[in-house]
């Protein structure tokens, strides 16, 4: 992770020194204490910010000093010549080199006696996140969370500033010129001499100790109760007052408090979270999730994206609309928010997998291929009859022969993606939703192509010829219908013409059909009352014998051969497959991975895809009927 951390604090310039006659001017000098290894509020951040400085890069001791962060060539008031930590402190001292009017008005006020602060900026590396009550050592000083350890930081450019972060540093003016190295600063009883005005010295003491009565009254106030009121109120120099009114406020109890889930909730109440957003029934959920988690989730209920990448990471993460990039590398750098998103978009897929109708399951053979390259299926058709065997003990041997059919498998897939504008729009349910929609475009996929391939008829799979097809007056579906239709299946021969000996198991019909097959199926007695029926038994022969599968893409108008009439029988599929639908490697299931986004796409992309194919295989196993009247 890399965030910009502007740290301010306080610095001295020395004053100008008197030159003896014909003596040239030397350059002034300055000196900094940049940082005193405290906590800090900056902007972005929502909890107190700590540079643990034995992780901070120092990097060149030759640094430019500009002011108010401005790098402009007006800006630039001079340069360090000594960068170091002493005693927990980061200080600095260096050349004023700029003569620009900014640069006089900055060294004017200083001579005047205003104190100018530090702000130096830094680039985040490595940041923990210290939950509320853990206590942590860093600089050589105790705190307890919640805030945020910068544990690896290299640092920027060091800036004068008029006001900082840092109140619990001091700052002097040297009253007169004295060579000031980093030797100097290091030796307190050196830096001590600098300070020559009395009143000076007397007005910093002063300061000094108002400022230990201020944090000594605060620390008081919140009473260890409450650390995050107690940061804030020292670093922004509140007063008593407005410290104990702040300290009220957060005593009042509040039932809508959730920060306790945000310590105690795992990967699956996350999980739960998005997919409560998505609007799952419970009954679902309950599959998925215990009583404990789900009821943790609740209490989850309702948060925006953003917030939702924040509690997982642990961590504040950089404002999006300002630095998107940066929220998306600092969110994704986390092991936990990747895994946990992928989770719930494979949830969502297979939710959305699981609503398209799958009545093909029951009509087609599943299969496993383990790779793309066209595959063969041989059934053996051979007679292996048991024969007599004669005195001699001799066992004839079985004609083999065999029938071969094709299959292959071809990848169907799409990306989607966590995009910039379900970010700011802040929609959790809007990044559920896609996964699901594209799920069932996958199931769709198979769908079409089982029932495409079934009503397009390849070559010539239900026909005369084959035996296994009849239309014409009395193919609507009726008792009488059904029972020439078991006829013609049972009429199918093997390849050296004895019976095939395998019976139908299932019927298939379309939606318009269903109620009508269901009678057949279940009604014990026929009600067929006309003239024509006179003298017909009462009792349905065909009770029980089927299994019904109905399914509304055989009349939809969008396949080529489709028909509101037509009716089939199948043999099980396992035991004589018509159709076949096979899966690379048996997985049957759609497959979501996380993916690096295109460079014209500013999120995080992940795609969905499944390996299948669709053939047609022994035309013996299946009849139909046109369902003419």
């Known amino acids: 992770m890399k965030n910009k951390l502007n740290i301010t604090a306080n610095f001295s310039i020395e004053a100008a020194a008197v030159l003896a006659e014909n003596e040239q001017p030397k350059n002034r000098r300055f000196s900094m204490t940049a940082y005193t290894g405290g906590p800090m509020m900056l902007e972005g951040w929502k909890y107190p910010v700590v540079i643990d400085l034995q992780g901070l890069n120092k990097g060149s001791s030759s640094r430019p000093i500009f002011i108010s962060h401005n790098q402009d060539i007006d800006d630039l008031l001079g340069q360090t010549d000594h960068v170091n930590i002493v005693e927990n402190n980061l200080v600095a001292a260096g050349v004023v080199l700029g003569d620009s009017p900014r640069v006089q008005r900055v060294i004017a006020l200083a001579d005047k006696g205003f104190n100018w602060q530090a702000s130096i900026g830094a680039r985040a590396e490595q940041v923990e996140y210290i939950k509320a009550g853990q206590i942590v050592n860093v600089n050589g000083k105790e705190f307890t969370g919640p805030m945020n350890i910068a544990r690896k930081s290299t640092l920027g450019e060091i800036s004068f ?73 020292i670093a922004e120099g509140w007063d008593q007052p407005k410290c104990e009114l702040e300290v009220l406020r957060a005593s009042r109890p509040n039932v809508n408090i959730i920060t306790s889930q945000k310590i105690t909730a795992t990967p699956k109440v996350y999980e739960a979270v998005a997919l409560l957003a998505s609007g799952i029934a419970g009954s679902r959920l309950e599959k998925y999730y215990d009583d404990q988690t789900l009821d943790a989730a ?32 600092a969110a994704f750098s986390t092991a936990s928010l990747p895994g946990i998103l992928s989770n719930v978009a494979n949830k969502m897929l297979l939710e959305g997998y699981n609503y398209i109708e799958d009545a093909w399951r029951k009509i087609c053979k599943i299969a496993s291929v383990n790779d793309f390259k066209e595959h063969s299926r041989y059934r053996m058709t051979g007679s292996f009859k048991f024969e007599q065997v004669g005195a001699d003990g001799e ?12 299959q292959k498998a071809d990848t169907h897939g799409i990306m989607f993606a966590l995009t910039r504008q379900m970010i ?24 079409d192509a089982v029932w495409g391939l079934l009503l397009s008829n390849p070559s010539s799979f239900f026909s005369a010829a084959h035996k296994n097809y009849k239309d014409g007056a009395d193919t609507a579906l009726a008792v009488d219908s059904l029972t020439d239709a078991e006829v013609v299946f049972g009429e199918q021969t093997k390849p050296n ?99 690096d ?33």
């Open 298 to 329: 609740e209490k989850l209920r309702g948060i925006g994206i953003q917030e939702y990448c924040e509690q997982i990471c642990a961590m504040q993460l950089p404002r999006f609309r300002r630095d998107a990039s940066a929220w998306l590398a």
């Open 395 to 406: 066992l004839k041997h079985g004609k083999i022969d065999e029938q071969k059919y094709g």
């Open 597 to 629: 986004a295109d460079f014209n796409t500013l999120g995080i992309q992940f795609r969905g895809f499944i390996d299948f194919g669709v053939r047609e295989q022994d035309y013996r196993g299946a009849v139909k009927f046109k369902g003419e009247a």
């Open 497 to 595: 013409g004895k019976p095939l000996g395998v019976q139908p198991s299932l019927i298939l019909v379309p939606t318009a059909l269903r109620v009508p097959a269901d009678l057949l199926m279940k009604s014990p007695t026929l009600n067929e009352t006309t003239t024509a029926n006179k003298g017909k038994p009462a009792s349905n022969p065909h009770i029980g014998k089927y299994e019904v599968v109905s399914s509304s893409y055989l009349s939809n108008s969008s396949f080529s051969g489709y028909s509101s009439k037509a009716w089939y029988l199948f043999a099980d599929p396992n035991r004589l497959p018509a159709l076949e639908v096979a899966f690379l490697n048996g997985i049957d299931q759609p497959t979501v991975e996380k993916t």
């Open 161 to 233: 500033v008029t006001l900082g972060a840092d109140n619990n540093t001091s700052a002097t003016i040297a009253a007169t010129h004295q060579e000031q190295t980093m030797e100097n600063i290091e030796n307190k009883e050196t830096q001590e001499t600098t300070i020559t005005a009395e009143t000076t010295i007397a007005d910093i003491r002063a300061a000094a100790a108002a400022e230990t009565t201020r944090i000594t009254a605060i620390k008081k106030i919140c009473s260890g109760k409450y650390d995050d009121i107690e940061a804030k109120a």
């Open 424 to 447: 700011i729009n802040d929609d959790l349910a809007a990044f559920t939703d896609v996964p699901r929609q594209i799920g069932m475009g996958a199931a769709e996929a198979i769908a």
